[in-house]
């Protein structure tokens, strides 16, 4: 035990790594502790407070499963716990780099105990089980407990194996065992070649998320991917990527992209395993991210598969296999695209509903810059959308916003001012205070018929700025589930603005610079900095509780768990004054009425049912329960998720008067989309109730 106050010593075995902070790590934690002490938004004081904060992100970082670390390493680590936070605006990393140090050893520790493991005699009749995410669990008080879990996880993994294989071919357990050999290994080689800039960035990201969730600390490399993705192209499924539980998690799906097109994956799906082509499959789970995403990352037109474990199913379910073909992702490309939906009103007669699909808020700067009067821009094409769906004459037009992340404030803006004369569209509050009103300058509407906005969990930013303030003015109806809550402004900084000469030398002198910088990026990396809030035109903030639409339709994602307000350091929701703003129209009547209309066909709806059933499926595996580690009794678990599965899947292409499912056919893809149907449902009522 380390005496309270002392600096901790590490005393670890020929397996243990000892990883220690450079000068330029010590100083740029200095700067970073008084950019958020000083100059940030929430300016936030070092304090015991935010030292507890920082201490529960790094602990549930490096060992959210509980899986590695014993509560005597906890309770030795508490003596750190409120002081990291002062421990940084002073430079001093030291108790959190021994905390990861730690973690480290006692994976290392563990990983090979599971490789001696392999050799040892298990016996798939016992009932026993084995749970793999232990979060809600206390840590394990004996190193006897913890290698008990390891020997269930090896359990685990052969029979894991062994139930993958055709019942048609004979087991080769010899062959099973090499596969977890290479793959522990594997794990171990990746974890040994964890550097001083691993810890660091490990370390800043507990940090900056205890100020809130969208200020962010990015080291040279991770800047530069960071610029790259938010300016340039990428080449994959396009997905963005995250481990949870040692497993790459997908977190976001781009616009656009290959995973977008191919509908297969889900927000919270789990790969793990990737093959190249028609090759075989290798199991990423464990790996370090990096790793994993140069696995499934890949150049133009080359194929990937990916096993999936879907949003929601439990670790003992059989993954599914989901083929795609790599693009190169524009992300300047990502434009608004337009359809129209013809619909059989309840009185027989057809209504053009105009669909215009929005996946960012978009505008080519560098065009504007060059002075090139054709720019792209979300509003230029927009306007012109617009105008091809009133040549064509559709009754009332439907702006889906879902999954749009937001983009250009002042394309929120403009895009605003084709639904409404002229007038406020947004308030920005800095960081002195001070607010300023962005206002839609141009007279006139491109659009002056039904209109609705369709918005959803994942819809963020200037997506709840233009959906707030449309709905504010009254100008349509907003439907879909309550946004996402983003209602903070960032400033992407270089930290070389901070670092001053002494402190270059310093570094300089101590041989410790970065020698790993990529050409061009940032040499001591980036902070993405909250400097300001948004309002909306009413003086309510779209901060933490986001947009809460006119009609509702139930989704998966629940506030509880995804967005803002899921967030524990998130900035919280107030008010500031309202803008002098005329309403268009009042539909608090129209939207009641919309509501009862829509609730009465919900009775009646089979799809509205499936939904129900989709969202319950998402939900129900939330615990992660244990997983049997009896052979008989998993695979009669396995083949009843599997048949469930198939039959649901079933009764929803009988549905859609598609082919049935058939036995060893590729699960075939569900498209669709019931929200949007059922939107443009609601437009037909809302154009009745107008009239």
């Given at each position: 035990?380390?005496?309270?106050?002392?600096?901790?010593?590490?005393?670890?075995?020929?397996?243990?790594?000892?990883?220690?902070?450079?000068?330029?790590?010590?100083?740029?934690?200095?700067?970073?502790?008084?950019?958020?002490?000083?100059?940030?938004?929430?300016?936030?004081?070092?304090?015991?407070?935010?030292?507890?904060?920082?201490?529960?992100?790094?602990?549930?970082?490096?060992?959210?499963?509980?899986?590695?670390?014993?509560?005597?390493?906890?309770?030795?680590?508490?003596?750190?716990?409120?002081?990291?936070?002062?421990?940084?605006?002073?430079?001093?990393?030291?108790?959190?780099?021994?905390?990861?140090?730690?973690?480290?050893?006692?994976?290392?520790?563990?990983?090979?105990?599971?490789?001696?493991?392999?050799?040892?005699?298990?016996?798939?009749?016992?009932?026993?089980?084995?749970?793999?995410?232990?979060?809600?669990?206390?840590?394990?008080?004996?190193?006897?407990?913890?290698?008990?879990?390891?020997?269930?996880?090896?359990?685990?993994?052969?029979?894991?194996?062994?139930?993958?294989?055709?019942?048609?071919?004979?087991?080769?357990?010899?062959?099973?065992?090499?596969?977890?050999?290479?793959?522990?290994?594997?794990?171990?080689?990746?974890?040994?070649?964890?550097?001083?800039?691993?810890?660091?960035?490990?370390?800043?990201?507990?940090?900056?998320?205890?100020?809130?969730?969208?200020?962010?600390?990015?080291?040279?490399?991770?800047?530069?991917?960071?610029n790259e993705s938010m300016s340039n192209t990428l080449e994959g499924?396009?997905?963005?990527?995250?481990?949870?539980?040692?497993?790459?998690?997908?977190?976001?799906?781009?616009?656009?992209?290959?995973?977008?097109?191919?509908?297969?994956?889900?927000?919270?799906?789990?790969?793990?395993?990737?093959?190249?082509?028609?090759?075989?499959?290798?199991?990423?789970?464990?790996?370090?991210?990096?790793?994993?995403?140069?696995?499934?990352?890949?150049?133009?037109?080359?194929?990937?598969?990916?096993?999936?474990?879907?949003?929601?199913?439990?670790?003992?379910?059989?993954?599914?296999?989901?083929?795609?073909?790599?693009?190169?992702?524009?992300?300047?490309?990502?434009?608004?695209?337009?359809?129209?939906?013809?619909?059989?009103?309840?009185?027989?007669?057809?209504?053009?509903?105009?669909?215009?699909?929005?996946?960012?808020?978009?505008?080519?700067?560098?065009?504007?810059?060059?002075?090139?009067?054709?720019?792209?821009?979300?509003?230029?094409?927009?306007?012109?959308?617009?105008?091809?769906?009133?040549?064509?004459?559709?009754?009332?037009?439907?702006?889906?916003?879902?999954?749009?992340?937001?983009?250009?404030?002042?394309?929120?803006?403009?895009?605003?001012?084709?639904?409404?004369?002229?007038?406020?569209?947004?308030?920005?509050?800095?960081?002195?205070?001070?607010?300023?009103?962005?206002?839609?300058?141009?007279?006139?509407?491109?659009?002056?018929?039904?209109?609705?906005?369709?918005?959803?969990?994942?819809?963020?930013?200037?997506?709840?700025?233009?959906?707030?303030?449309?709905?504010?003015?009254?100008?349509?109806?907003?439907?879909?589930?309550?946004?996402?809550?983003?209602?903070?402004?960032?400033?992407?900084?270089?930290?070389?603005?901070?670092?001053?000469?002494?402190?270059?030398?310093?570094?300089?002198?101590?041989?410790?610079?970065?020698?790993?910088?990529?050409?061009?990026?940032?040499?001591?990396?980036?902070?993405?900095?909250?400097?300001?809030?948004?309002?909306?035109?009413?003086?309510?903030?779209?901060?933490?509780?986001?947009?809460?639409?006119?009609?509702?339709?139930?989704?998966?994602?629940?506030?509880?768990?995804?967005?803002?307000?899921?967030?524990?350091?998130?900035?919280?929701?107030?008010?500031?004054?309202?803008?002098?703003?005329?309403?268009?129209?009042?539909?608090?009547?129209?939207?009641?009425?919309?509501?009862?209309?829509?609730?009465?066909?919900?009775?009646?709806?089979?799809?509205?049912?499936?939904?129900?059933?989709?969202?319950?499926?998402?939900?129900?595996?939330?615990?992660?329960?244990?997983?049997?580690?009896?052979?008989?009794?998993?695979?009669?678990?396995?083949?009843?998720?599997?048949?469930?599965?198939?039959?649901?899947i079933n009764k929803q292409l009988a549905f859609l008067g598609k082919?049935?499912?058939?036995?060893?056919?590729?699960?075939?893809?569900?498209?669709?989309?019931?929200?949007?149907?059922?939107?443009?449902?609601?437009?037909?009522?809302?154009?009745?109730?107008?009239?």
């Amino acid at each position: 035990m380390v005496a309270c106050g002392a600096k901790p010593r590490v005393d670890l075995d020929q397996e243990g790594m000892v990883l220690k902070p450079t000068t330029q790590h010590e100083i740029i934690a200095k700067t970073v502790a008084e950019l958020l002490e000083y100059q940030s938004y929430k300016r936030v004081p070092m304090n015991d407070s935010i030292s507890n904060i920082v201490f529960d992100n790094l602990i549930k970082m490096i060992d959210p499963g509980k899986n590695y670390m014993l509560q005597s390493d906890i309770d030795g680590f508490q003596q750190y716990r409120n002081n990291m936070s002062q421990d940084f605006r002073k430079g001093d990393l030291t108790s959190s780099f021994f905390i990861y140090s730690k973690y480290v050893d006692r994976f290392l520790q563990a990983m090979n105990y599971a490789l001696a493991e392999l050799d040892a005699k298990h016996d798939f009749t016992k009932d026993e089980t084995y749970n793999s995410f232990r979060e809600k669990e206390k840590w394990f008080t004996t190193d006897a407990q913890l290698k008990d879990q390891m020997r269930k996880r090896v359990k685990y993994d052969l029979l894991n194996l062994k139930l993958a294989g055709s019942d048609s071919v004979k087991v080769d357990e010899a062959k099973n065992k090499e596969t977890l050999k290479s793959r522990y290994n594997n794990l171990i080689s990746q974890v040994k070649k964890t550097n001083s800039n691993d810890a660091f960035q490990t370390v800043m990201t507990a940090f900056t998320d205890a100020i809130d969730p969208h200020t962010n600390y990015f080291n040279p490399s991770l800047s530069q991917s960071f610029n790259e993705s938010m300016s340039n192209t990428l080449e994959g499924i396009g997905a963005q990527l995250q481990m949870e539980n040692e497993m790459v998690t997908i977190k976001m799906i781009i616009p656009g992209g290959p995973a977008y097109k191919d509908k297969s994956l889900q927000i919270n799906d789990r790969i793990v395993a990737v093959a190249q082509g028609n090759g075989e499959f290798e199991d990423i789970v464990g790996w370090r991210i990096d790793a994993a995403v140069a696995k499934i990352k890949g150049k133009k037109g080359t194929v990937v598969r990916l096993k999936i474990l879907p949003a929601g199913a439990s670790a003992s379910a059989t993954p599914r296999i989901v083929t795609l073909t790599r693009e190169k992702i524009i992300l300047a490309e990502e434009s608004a695209k337009r359809e129209i939906k013809t619909i059989k009103g309840p009185d027989g007669k057809d209504f053009k509903i105009g669909i215009i699909n929005l996946p960012k808020f978009y505008i080519d700067f560098e065009a504007v810059r060059r002075g090139d009067r054709d720019y792209k821009s979300t509003t230029r094409d927009v306007r012109l959308l617009l105008d091809t769906l009133k040549q064509e004459g559709v009754d009332a037009v439907l702006m889906d916003l879902r999954n749009n992340g937001g983009g250009s404030l002042q394309e929120a803006v403009e895009l605003t001012g084709l639904f409404i004369d002229k007038g406020p569209v947004v308030q920005v509050r800095d960081t002195r205070n001070n607010v300023q009103i962005e206002k839609d300058q141009e007279a006139g509407l491109a659009w002056e018929g039904p209109f609705g906005v369709i918005i959803n969990r994942f819809s963020a930013s200037a997506s709840e700025i233009f959906a707030g303030a449309i709905q504010d003015y009254g100008r349509g109806v907003i439907l879909g589930s309550t946004s996402y809550g983003k209602g903070t402004v960032q400033s992407a900084m270089d930290m070389s603005r901070f670092i001053s000469q002494t402190q270059r030398l310093l570094i300089k002198a101590s041989g410790t610079s970065d020698p790993d910088t990529p050409n061009g990026a940032p040499q001591f990396g980036q902070i993405n900095l909250t400097m300001g809030k948004f309002y909306r035109i009413n003086g309510s903030s779209t901060q933490h509780k986001g947009v809460t639409p006119d009609l509702t339709f139930p989704t998966q994602y629940t506030a509880e768990k995804f967005g803002e307000s899921s967030e524990k350091a998130a900035l919280p929701w107030d008010q500031i004054k309202s803008t002098n703003f005329q309403k268009i129209a009042d539909l608090k009547d129209i939207n009641n009425k919309l509501n009862e209309i829509h609730k009465t066909r919900m009775v009646k709806s089979p799809a509205y049912s499936y939904l129900m059933e989709d969202i319950e499926e998402f939900n129900k595996d939330e615990e992660m329960p244990a997983i049997s580690l009896n052979e008989t009794k998993l695979k009669a678990e396995r083949e009843k998720i599997r048949l469930k599965n198939r039959d649901r899947i079933n009764k929803q292409l009988a549905f859609l008067g598609k082919p049935l499912w058939k036995e060893g056919q590729p699960q075939p893809k569900l498209e669709y989309d019931f929200v949007l149907d059922e939107s443009a449902n609601v437009m037909i009522d809302y154009i009745k109730l107008k009239k």
